[in-house]
């Protein structure tokens, strides 16, 4: 498992896992035995493979993977791109400052956040399957 932990706490934030929560094994066992076309052991018609969670403000706050404000190096960039030279690298120089004036990035977030409805304390948590169509009794393989 993996865990990315938040403003430097080192216990708490989101986290990737190869696997589901024990909690789901149960279930899982007794969905196999139920779906199985040959129950067998080591065959499985659903699989628990991965899950992550992560707090839904940080959703909230993003349009896209990676796309927090504030952990873009935008300043960095800024900064760097003094001493761009080339027609490339002077207009992702002025991409960055561009951006910059629409606020600095600690200040778009705390706008963001200054908004009511952004405020969300929940938790997600995306437990991942796969389903092996195949392995399934064939009354189940149809979708309907």
């Known amino acids: 498992m993996n865990v990315y932990p938040q403003a430097f706490t ?19 066992q007794s969905l196999n035995e139920r779906l199985l076309a040959y129950p067998d052991e080591h065959q499985s018609a659903i699989q628990g493979v991965a899950c992550q969670g992560y707090n ?9 993977a ?11 960039a800024a900064l760097t791109g003094v001493s761009a030279q080339g027609p490339k690298a002077t207009r992702a120089y002025e991409k960055v400052i561009g951006s910059l004036h629409m606020g600095l990035p600690h200040q ?3 706008r963001k956040l200054a908004r009511r409805d952004v405020l969300s ?7 991942v399957f796969v389903v092996n169509v195949q392995a399934l009794q064939p009354r189940y393989q149809s979708g309907s």
Do not use: I, Y
């Open 10 to 28: 080192r216990q708490f934030g989101h986290f990737q896992a190869n696997q589901v929560p024990a909690g789901f094994q149960p279930v899982l």
């Open 56 to 64: 839904h403000l940080q959703h909230c706050l993003t349009e896209r």
């Open 66 to 76: 990676g796309g927090l404000d504030v952990v873009q190096g935008q300043m960095t």
């Open 108 to 110: 778009r977030v705390q």
């Open 121 to 127: 304390r929940a938790f997600h948590l995306e437990p």
